[in-house]
């Protein structure tokens, strides 16, 4: 698949790490370093614009090395870039952590993973078809 990208950092295109990821590394694009407190939350820009194809989303997600190692992560996760947006990618990072993180320009802050989706069209019926399960959630189907 062939995608239409502007990028204005100074930072290579996010690229597949190996033959089998899903997810291309995204960079901050940053004047200056960020630094998170401990529960604060900051938008970093990527310097990337994207047009996507009809019927594709971008899904943005955290990394696991930042989450495990430094207890940083995403909001709104996995957010979501619909084909028609036009502005630029970035990326709501926090710290989940007791210490003080820094991002610097250039870091690698999350994973962007180009995925097909379906338009549903609603059907509204009376009532639904009855299933083993029915209503049952949050942890009915075990422990």
Partial sequence: ??????????????????????????????????????????????????????????????????????GITLLNTPGTIDADYRGEIKVIMVNLSDQDFVINNGERIAQMIIAKHENAQWIQVEQLTETVRGAGGFGHTGK
């Fill in 1 to 70: 698949m062939k995608i239409n990208i502007v990028n204005n950092s100074a930072h290579p295109l996010p690229a597949y790490e190996t033959d089998a990821s899903a997810g291309m590394d995204l960079r901050a694009n940053l004047e200056e370093a960020v630094l998170l407190k401990p529960l604060q939350r900051a938008l970093i820009p990527t310097g990337l614009f994207i047009e996507l194809p009809l019927g594709f989303e971008a899904q943005i997600r955290p990394r696991s090395g930042l989450a495990i190692k430094s």
